[in-house]
């Protein structure tokens, strides 16, 4: 799970980039702005998530984060993957938690916005896997929409199998790269 | 003779020779008529151009699957002109045709290129020209020459002489991908980029003329089709809705393109007409439906569509009417396309758990099975339908391949660096 979190660093930066730009919009019970420096977001990726709270303020009294609370390791909305079947796009049983904590955050911040990429592997044919990805994405935000989240806050698009995760061709691979990226 | 020079001026904005495609027959021909062809001669003073003429027309008509060429080094004699042919010493060796030919200086920087081609057991000339060309186009000189060739032997037009478009991904800084559209010559020669991009490029599509194509970016983050000059470089975007915007194909009167879009909710089948810039809709179904391709004479239009559960292929009038589904062998048929006659469709079929190029024949519903790989996609067909290239998978790296129409020959396109997928045949040019 932490090998996973930490690939998607440079996302969270992204994510801590934009709440810095919309300073304006925080609540009360979110963090202080952040300042993280552009070349930072395009830091090493295997530099740790706790290198970035020294740049930010504000803490969770239950798990003492003091990041983003989207990042907050302790709570699920810091997975940012969920993974589908071959050729299927429902929600697993597994991942339904994750995207409804997703739905809950996003219904209690009406000023949160994410996009949400759908994505295949590459077994089948490229176009097909487009409208597979979409279908994915669509999933994920129908669920996210059940818990309050509005269709304004969700953008979806699919990369079918153009990006994949891993570039290998076997089960574990193609199990990896059959994913929905929830995106701040 | 006049067809010639046009066609040399077609071919005059060629770029300099380069080679990154190498191409390896993977299987040997049987029942491929024995031609010989006979290493050109030089005439005159200077350097020899260093384009070897007949060893172009042999890879060519070996490539073909319909001939067995004979190496130069078995040849017992090697005469350049007709007046110097034995012709016992082809009728020994079992050639049934032989080409013979020289390259001589035109006299203002460019050449003349003559051939003969003969049938060896009656001893007679069945065609021959002389083509005035120069250093940069002898390539496409060599591969007309093969067109001449193999349309006097099999009454087949050929399809030599034309080019291939494809995709290419390259391992670029901090685990980026540099993409690239291509076009090449049908033997992988002469790259030229259309376009690059950071992001994916996809679906790459002809016009009927063979002057643009049709293409998917992702480049603002999201996909949009484009229109783009392969000559000019000029490009027009013509759909970028909300949600898909996939899968373009050409009418084949080049006026309007089949695409993908799922603006609506869920991906359905569009015709676009590129000059009135209306849309109209042709399936409406809540399951995904994509991939469409024309019908030769544009009556109908097949698609991928999962209505039935697993994607299968479906086809409608162009015009709108009522869907009938067409592939019934297999759990997964996909991205159909038309053979150039209208009697075939090629497309991804999955073979127990491998993904294979097939050819469907649409009179006697006979599916056979053309490619042998476990991840191969993007087939099309040559112009004069004799062959279908393909993507394919060797070792995790994206190679071409190609297979002529019967499955007996294939052939291994393979670039040295990084993959290439979704080859897309050109149309003759006009």
């Not at chain 1, 979110?30 to 504000?58: I, L, R, Y």
């Not at chain 1, 989240?149 to 979806?156: F, P, Y």
């Not at chain 2, 992001?199 to 002809?206: D, G, K, T, Y």
């Not at chain 2, 089709?225 to 027009?236: A, D, L, M, S, W």
Request: charged letters at 25%; glycine letters at 8%.
């Amino acid at each position: 799970m932490k090998l996973k979190m930490i690939k998607f660093v440079p996302l969270m930066l992204a994510a801590l980039m934009f709440v810095g730009c919309s300073t304006t919009e925080q609540k009360a019970e979110e963090p202080a702005p952040v300042s993280e420096t552009p070349d930072k977001m395009h830091g090493d990726m295997d530099h740790s998530m706790q290198g970035e709270d020294a740049a930010t303020s504000g803490a969770d009294a239950a798990t003492g984060w003091t990041g983003h609370p989207l990042d907050d390791p302790a709570k699920l909305t810091s997975t940012r993957v969920i993974h589908f079947d071959f050729d299927r796009s429902e929600i697993k049983p597994e991942y339904q938690a994750i995207v409804v904590a997703h739905g809950e955050y996003l219904a209690r911040h009406s000023s949160q916005t994410v996009t949400i990429e759908g994505h295949c592997d590459e077994r089948g044919t490229r176009e097909y896997n487009i409208a597979l990805g979409e279908r994915r994405a669509n999933a994920v935000k129908r669920l996210l929409m059940a818990q309050g989240a509005t269709s304004g806050q969700i953008t979806t698009v699919s990369y079918g199998e153009e990006k994949p995760l891993e570039r290998a061709s076997n089960e574990t691979a193609w199990a990896k790269n059959r994913r929905a990226v929830f995106a701040y | 003779m006049k067809k010639l020079l046009i066609f040399i001026v077609l071919l005059f904005c060629q770029m300099a020779h380069s080679a990154p495609l190498t191409i390896e027959i993977t299987e040997s021909e049987m029942g491929a008529l024995p031609i010989a062809v006979v290493p050109f001669g030089w005439q005159g003073p200077g350097q020899a151009p260093s384009e070897d003429i007949a060893a172009i027309i042999d890879a060519d008509l070996k490539r073909s699957g319909r001939f067995k060429t004979m190496p130069s080094k078995d040849m017992i004699a090697s005469p350049h002109t007709g007046t110097n042919v034995d012709f016992r010493d082809w009728r020994v060796l079992g050639m049934e045709s032989l080409v013979v030919g020289q390259v001589k200086p035109n006299g203002v920087g460019g050449y003349i290129v003559r051939f003969q081609l003969f049938d060896v057991f009656k001893g007679e000339q069945l065609t021959g020209y002389s083509i005035p060309t120069t250093a940069r186009d002898l390539r496409a000189t060599a591969h007309h020459i093969s067109d001449l060739i193999y349309e006097k032997l099999t009454g087949q037009r050929g399809a030599f002489a034309t080019r291939v478009a494809y995709i290419t991904s390259i391992a670029h800084a901090e685990g980026q991908r540099k993409m690239a559209l291509q076009v090449a010559d049908a033997d992988g020669y002469h790259p030229q980029t259309i376009v690059t991009s950071t992001e994916p490029l996809m679906s790459p599509a002809w016009s009927p003329d063979g002057l643009k194509l049709a293409y998917v970016s992702f480049e603002k983050g999201r996909p949009s089709i484009f229109v783009q000059e392969v000559y000019t470089g000029k490009r027009q975007r013509v759909a970028s809705f909300k949600g898909i915007n996939g899968a373009p194909a050409w009418s084949p009167d080049g006026r309007k393109l089949a695409l993908t879009l799922s603006k609506d909710g869920n991906p359905d089948i569009f015709i676009l007409d590129l000059a009135k810039r209306t849309l109209l809709p042709l399936s409406r179904h809540y399951a995904i439906d994509t991939e469409p391709a024309w019908s030769p004479d544009g009556k109908y239009i097949i698609w991928t569509s999962d209505r039935g559960g697993r994607p299968q292929i479906y086809r409608i009038p162009s015009g709108g009417g009522k869907a009938e589904r067409i592939t019934f062998e297999g759990k997964y048929n996909a991205r159909a396309s038309y053979s150039p006659d209208g009697k075939l469709i090629t497309m991804v079929t999955q073979i127990g758990r491998e993904f294979r190029i097939s050819v469907l024949d649409l009179a006697s519903s006979q599916l056979q099975v053309l490619s042998d790989g476990s991840l191969d996609e993007s087939p099309s067909f040559a112009p004069n339908g004799s062959m279908v290239i393909y993507a394919t998978k060797i070792k995790g790296q994206g190679e071409l391949a190609a297979v002529s129409v019967d499955g007996r020959v294939k052939q291994r396109l393979a670039l040295q660096v990084g993959d290439v997928r979704e080859p897309a045949w050109a149309p003759y040019s006009q």
